[in-house]
């Protein structure tokens, strides 16, 4: 993934997280890792607040099938990053998030992250269609995402 093009304004949804002590490893930055949390909290943050998505009794479950990260900057405490997340691409039953993880004020991110998402029926297992209520609430960002 490449950072050039990826401003601020081709993401949607914010989520700001205030980095931890705890996040920084020994070389003095938040630790490669923990960007993949910022990702996994940002999306289930948005699913949660904008799809009204209930894991404990939703009868389909996004499992996260495929992930990546591209770091361009380190970061360090104390900072508030701001995860925008748009859709990349969007399946019958699956769903490519992008997220910008964005340090404080900065137009061009510090680290850029995906992961697929494929929806299951939780008693089964099996893929099933994306709930229309999820659908309806990712439409939106995939107009974001532009190319």
Partial sequence: MARDNETRDRFGAFLPIQ???AD?????HV?????YSYID??????????????????AAIGLVVESGCSYFEPVA????????VRVAKLGRSSVRYEV???VDDATLPA???FFVHVFVERASGRPMPMPDRIRAALAPL???CGD
């Fill in 24 to 28: 920084m490893d020994s070389y003095g």
């Fill in 100 to 102: 910008g993880m964005f």
């Fill in 142 to 144: 995939q107009l974001i």
């Fill in 111 to 113: 680290a850029l992250g």
């Fill in 19 to 21: 980095t931890r002590w």
């Fill in 77 to 84: 405490f104390p900072a508030v990053i701001h995860c925008g």
């Fill in 31 to 35: 630790n490669n890792m923990v960007f």
């Fill in 41 to 58: 909290t940002a999306v289930t943050a948005f699913l949660v607040r904008e799809a009204g998505h209930d894991k404990d009794i939703a």
